[in-house]
């Protein structure tokens, strides 16, 4: 069984930075993509950055400049760096992975999601 766990998550205030990390265990042979997806209240889970596992890299608009995302393929482990936060970067943050276990089934693996909190 494969479980994505991430840490990092709290209350911060505007302008700080927080860095959010995942990592991925259990029964892996590979691991693809990795990401970051977060969720405000009252709006539809929005990509924040992902990576690929040659070092690609994806960021929505609103991140640019501001968010960098890693990753450890060695560990199976993805980070998010969050500088210059804003209210609006208020939501929960979900680390995800498109990987295959070792029984052969593959698929797209959620956290559980960690609460990341933008306020004076």
């Known amino acids: 069984q494969v479980q994505l766990v991430e840490s990092g998550g709290g209350l911060v205030q505007p302008g700080g930075s927080l860095r959010l990390s995942c990592a991925a265990s259990?029964?892996?042979?590979?691991?693809?993509?990795m990401g970051w997806y977060r969720q405000a209240p009252g709006k539809q889970r929005e990509l924040v950055a992902s990576i690929t596992s040659g070092g690609s890299t994806t960021y929505a608009n609103s991140v640019k400049g501001r968010f960098t995302i890693s990753r450890d393929n060695a560990k199976n482990t993805v980070s998010l760096q969050m500088n210059s936060l804003k209210p609006e970067d208020t939501a929960v943050y979900y680390c995800?992975?498109?990987?295959?276990?070792?029984?052969?089934?593959?698929?797209?693996?959620w956290g559980q999601g960690t609460q990341v909190t933008v306020s004076s």
């Open positions: 995800t992975a498109d990987l295959i276990e070792r029984s052969g089934y593959g698929g797209n693996y």
């Open positions: 259990g029964s892996i042979f590979a691991i693809n993509a």
